[in-house]
């Protein structure tokens, strides 16, 4: 049930780009990215709804194939801020229960 | 004005001790979350309330035992403490509609079992 992010772990250069890719085997009615720092809480990037619908960060962008059960998250010229561990969560629908990923660890350095 | 708070940030206990976390959230929300993050950062959930009533128990053991006294409190008791308890809990409220919306999380509660 859990989903399956890769890769686990990526390490960027300052300005490079990196995808990370969560995959169910379940049917799913939406997929979420959050990002934790060391030591902080997990924060919210992004929602990718069944039908198309997207609400979250502007400089970050994803997508959902729900015909495949699959979201990536495109991380574009990345910065050092952007270091951190990205989980992906995701719903069956009905609400009340986002199921998350392992994470994907990324370091930016400079 | 912190959206979720909880406390304490840490706690430090002997195996078979039993203690509380407290979690408090004043953004209106009628969702609260128990998350349980191990060693390894894996984020799991253990309980959803919504509006004060339980409606997820991901086969928590019952020596975990949360209380909401209003929707905008959540607490967790655990008795009989092991060491595979020592965990960081986060607690997290979302606004509930046809799915779950964003989730925010509150700084974590970090328990070490010794």
């Known amino acids: 049930q859990q989903p399956v992010q890769s890769p686990q772990a990526v390490i960027l250069r300052e300005g490079e780009d990196a995808v990370i890719n969560c995959s169910s085997s379940?049917?799913?009615?939406?997929v979420h990215w959050y990002r934790q720092k060391h030591g902080e809480a997990p924060v919210f990037l992004m929602i990718?709804?069944?039908?198309?619908e997207q609400k979250g960060h502007e400089k970050i962008s994803a997508s959902f194939n729900e015909k495949k059960q699959q979201s990536s998250l495109y991380l574009t010229a990345s910065q050092l801020s952007y270091s951190g561990t990205y989980f992906c969560?995701?719903?069956?629908?009905?609400?009340?229960?986002?199921?998350f990923g392992a994470g994907t660890r990324l370091f930016v350095k400079a | 004005d912190t959206a979720v708070s909880q406390t304490p940030k840490y706690l430090v206990t002997q195996m078979g001790n039993d203690k509380s976390i407290k979690c408090e959230q004043n953004?209106?929300?009628?969702?609260m979350y128990w998350y349980k993050q191990d060693s390894k950062k894996f984020l799991k959930i253990m309980f959803s309330?919504?509006?004060?009533?339980?409606?997820i128990n991901e086969t928590v053991p019952n020596r975990f035992s949360p209380k909401s006294p209003d929707k905008a409190h959540l607490n967790l008791h655990i008795n009989s403490l092991e060491l595979g308890d020592s965990a960081v809990y986060f607690c997290?409220?979302?606004?509930?509609?046809?799915?779950?919306?964003?989730?925010?999380f509150g700084e974590g509660s970090r328990l070490t079992v010794l």
């Open positions: 309330y919504n509006n004060k009533e339980l409606i």
């Open positions: 997290a409220s979302s606004q509930e509609g046809r799915v779950t919306g964003e989730l925010f």
């Open positions: 969560g995701t719903e069956r629908g009905g609400g009340f229960k986002t199921i």
């Open positions: 990718l709804l069944k039908g198309g």
């Open positions: 379940k049917a799913l009615y939406s």
């Open positions: 953004l209106g929300h009628d969702t």
